[in-house]
């Protein structure tokens, strides 16, 4: 699509040199009133109708984030529900002389968060 600058500027080319009549003064919107004949919409118009505002574009982001974000939060909630119930089995391993390494690999649980349920055990 033509950038609003270049309908401007067509506007005030062809408006300069009308068919019959007086030219138009160089300016965005066409005018009736002063005998122009060229009657091409703004190019605020015109580019209104081919490009979004940056309010309608973030608005269509945030409404294609918001389904994942809100699967993401939930799926968030149920891991720390999970992290809880794993405390106390954790701690179990650990006493029975379970690796930390072997640990981690089985819950996928840092080594720092398997330290921290030893010490605090």
Do not use: F
């Not at 993401?72 to 720390?80: E, H, K, N």
């Amino acid at each position: 699509p033509p950038s609003p600058l270049a309908v401007e500027d067509a506007h005030n080319r062809e408006a300069a040199t009308p068919a019959s009549g007086p030219p138009c003064k160089p300016r965005r919107v066409a005018a009736q009133q002063d005998g122009c004949l060229h009657t091409q919409p703004a190019w605020s118009t015109v580019y209104r109708m081919e490009h979004k505002t940056p309010a309608e574009m973030r608005d269509e982001a945030e409404q294609a984030m918001r389904p994942l974000g809100e699967e993401r939060i939930r799926l968030l909630a149920r891991l720390d529900e999970i992290n809880e119930e794993l405390r106390p089995l954790v701690r179990q391993a650990l006493r029975v002389e379970v690796s930390e390494r072997r640990i981690g690999e089985i819950t996928a649980l840092a080594r720092g968060t398997i330290r921290s349920i030893k010490a605090s055990a």
